[in-house]
């Protein structure tokens, strides 16, 4: 059964830096995308942040490229995020999620909500101005 656990969130300054973890169970072993995507009240959910388990691609969304970061520990159990130079629109529920390699074969999107059957319960991060 797959698991996703994300922590990490909290309230931060503008400028101010946060790494929130996701841990994993239950993921098949090179078969997977798995990253993050966010949620604002009253917006739809976004990609944040992509990475393929089995070749180490990695997608960034515009609005976060050069300030956030997504990597996995060597048992690649846990997922990261490490986030700097926050922004008052950064603020949102993060969600981790996964997918099978399946799934996003050949697609060209990686971010598209209805492809990931598994997802965490979310972690809240508040960026204040």
């Known amino acids: 059964e797959v698991q996703l656990v994300e922590s990490g969130g909290g309230l931060v300054q503008a400028g101010g830096s946060l790494r929130l973890s996701c841990a994993t169970s239950?993921?098949?072993?090179?078969?997977?995308?798995i990253g993050w995507f966010r949620q604002a009240p009253g917006k739809e959910r976004e990609g944040v942040s992509v990475?393929?388990?089995?070749?180490?691609?990695?997608y960034y969304a515009d609005s976060v490229q050069g300030r956030f970061a997504i990597s996995r520990d060597n048992a690649k159990s846990t997922l990261y995020l490490q986030m700097e130079n926050l922004k008052p629109e950064d603020t949102a529920t993060y969600y981790c999620?996964?997918?099978?390699?399946?799934?996003?074969?050949?697609?060209?999107?990686?971010?598209?909500?209805?492809?990931?059957?598994?997802w965490g319960q979310g972690t809240r991060v508040t960026v204040s101005s």
């Open positions: 999620a996964a997918t099978r390699r399946i799934v996003l074969t050949g697609s060209g999107i990686y971010t598209d909500v209805k492809d990931y059957p598994y």
């Open positions: 239950g993921l098949s072993f090179d078969d997977y995308y």
């Open positions: 990475i393929s388990d089995f070749d180490g691609t990695t």
